[in-house]
């Protein structure tokens, strides 16, 4: 790697395309996201039903550390995980168990209860892609397969059966991004038989092919083309190995350095790794493209004879990490102001119905459905106001009868989890926010007490620390809808209870660089509150919205934001709904979720210079509303 580039465990600034290359050949990952890339195993044993977990950083051989411990002792369990939660499924102590537990990956702590299994069950075969998680067939003598969606804690659900009953699979992760396999499985007598399901489309298993022979409790590994079945029951140390997207028998790898049935399988992109198993506590690994024996990778640190592993980094992950795309410009060098870069667009918190923790994020410049970025640091943020950097997503206050004044962040460049970053001055909800490049404000809300508040406060997005009294809305109101370029922060419409109450059309400004009181900018074309706005450098947009009653709103209008006067007809959504959310860059304007009464996932887009209709983006994760109002992207109202 040139000199003049970051290391990969420090990625900052441009990569070079033919940098990231490598990095993806060597590390299986992204640039950033080596330190990333973890397996986790349940140090389960045939005489202990144990909660302790280990983790490994996969690219870097090493004895396993301590993790944190499942909610519930058990042994052979399933792993399963998306890029940011890895869950374990069923068991037994010695009754079989229904449960799932959960945690994020890149902390280090006690794992939660996620929900239930449709079935008690344990030695089900897993498989996942970055969205959703399935189990298949296990003891006892079961053909069911059942589903996880990873980003709404819950039940699972029904997905189809195996072609035939079977116990004993291995427990860990095979598959692509579309496809999971189950390989093997059996008790008396075991089989070689590979099926495998089609993640996009509920139903029961296909045949694939067959291993090079008969077993179960292997360890499973994958990248997004090979799925590799390593040791198990009735073997020695036999590793196969078979190409995802054809049909047909598998192919010998080569051999684990220890014969063992019931490894841990985890793996990024390039290494599979498989930890404990019956006997001992070795740690091995494999590079999954080139056909060789194993190599040591470690030990865990306890005998785990009945281990089960899960990684954040599989073959089912294959979106790219959502790092700036400035980052890739061609010319290696960031793209020039107002060129239409700043292109990810988050949503953070909600309802669906229950509060969710989830963050979403999609790539604004490319239509289609949003994937899991992380999760936020605890669970008030409802009703939140949102604003961001081109680094940096923010969200503050929200709630329900517990109102916080806690702002969190994320670094956009890495998926992950919020952290902490100050407090508001006033515990709130139903605020809204806004942005310029340094300054993230909030305006309006309503206090623990139900009162509302005219209060605009700001913070310095670079800085960690606790905002600061910018000054006042020309109304004392909640949910307006705030958006704004680098020099403008405006707030439309919302719920005003002094000197009215009523639901308002007022559109209100302020300079952002300059606290001081909001000034009155103009009227919306309809009175409105609960909607949505973002905003180009000249333009924004207020979509959606309701009357406070029965009344939903698909209007959208337009302001040029550097005059002051009324607010324009633009065009419509596609549904009229409120609650919903917004994110947007220099270029295109999203509107995400709401309700109407009755939940959406439904995304919108308009292009912002050019009035008329929105048209379907794609669909949330899951149907939510009352997430963050204000834009949280890296290229909003002249970021890009």
Known sequence: ???????????????????????????????????????????????????????????????????????????????????TRNLFAGGRTPSLLNRIDYIQSLTTGNFADFGDLTVARRLAGACGNRIQGHLGGGTPSLNSIEKITYATLGNAVDFGDLQAATESFGSTQANSATRGLFGGGGDSPNNAKIEFITFSSSGGGTDFGDLTDTRNQTGNVSSTTR??????????????????????????????????????GMCNLTRGVFAGGDPGVTIDFITIATRANATDFGDCTAACSQATGGSNSHGGIDELVPRAPELYSPTGKPLAQGAGVGNIGFLMGGYNPAKTTNIDFINISTLGNSVQFGDISHDEMTRNAGFSSTTKGFSAGGGDAGKTDDIVSIEMQSKGNSSDFGNATVSYSYTTGGSNSTRGLT???????????????????????????????????????????????????GYATSPTTSVVNIIDYITISSTGDAQDFGDLTQARYDGAATSSTTRSVIGAGSDAGSTFYNVLDYITIGSTGNATDFGDL?????????????????????????????MDYVTIASTGNAADFGDLIAARYGGNNGTISNGHGGLS
């Open 1 to 83: 790697m040139a000199n003049s580039y970051p290391r990969r465990d420090q990625a900052r600034g441009i990569w070079k395309i033919n940098d990231i290359t490598k990095n993806i050949k060597e590390e299986g990952t992204y640039p950033q996201q080596a330190t990333q890339s973890r397996g986790l195993i349940q140090l389960s044993d045939s005489s202990n039903d144990s909660k302790n977990v280990d983790v490994i950083t996969i690219p870097t051989a090493g004895n396993a550390t301590d993790f944190g411990d499942v909610a519930q002792g058990g042994r052979m369990a399933s792993g399963l995980g998306s890029a």
């Open 574 to 602: 596609t549904v009229a709904r409120s609650g919903i959310m917004c994110t947007g860059n220099d270029i295109r304007g999203v509107w995400l979720g709401g309700s109407s009464p009755s939940l959406s996932n439904v």
């Open 227 to 264: 799925a590799v079945f390593a040791g198990g029951t009735g073997t020695s140390a036999v590793i196969d190995y078979v190409e995802i997207g054809s049909l047909g028998n598998a192919i010998d790898f080569g051999d684990l350095t220890n014969a063992v049935q019931h490894p841990a």
């Open 443 to 493: 305006y309006g809300g309503e206090t623990p007490d139900g009162a509302s508040i005219n209060v605009i406060q700001y913070v310095t997005m670079a800085t960690i620390g606790n905002a600061t009294d910018f000054g006042d809305l020309t109304l004392i109101r909640y949910t307006p809808m705030g958006t704004g370029n680098s020099t403008r922060g405006i707030s439309a419409g």
